[in-house]
């Protein structure tokens, strides 16, 4: 059985809760607005400080389907920006993108505004 562009079919392909989770990650943290993927926790500061990546897969939730997915991802948005209009926009561009790569219809995209931080304080720490 050939598909037209793609040659014979091979086997099954399977996406891996992980490449969501790295999308996810991608996406919501290239929207405007949003100063970080949050951890919920003392230890996943922890984490974060000596550099494991673990912090994002508790971050973010990831729900597989058959043919969709679902996502949850906990945010650190900056003050002053309007929440409903930076989750809406991080809603958007994660499933935009995840349709796109992947293929897959996106269920839901829930947003967990975790924190706010001034992005004055962020300033200041990088200095």
Known sequence: MKQEGYGEIRGAVRI???VIATIVRKMACSVKGVSKISGSSFVDNIAEMVG???IHDRSIVVEM???SVSVEVS???FY???LPQVASAVQEAI???IS???GLKVGRVNIVVREI???EEEDQEEE
């Open 117 to 119: 931080e001034d992005p």
């Open 95 to 97: 499933s935009g993108e």
């Open 16 to 18: 891996h809760e992980n």
């Open 65 to 67: 389907g058959e043919s």
């Open 52 to 54: 494991s990546k673990k």
């Open 100 to 102: 796109r790569l992947t």
């Open 80 to 82: 002053g920006v309007s």
């Open 75 to 77: 945010l650190n948005l």
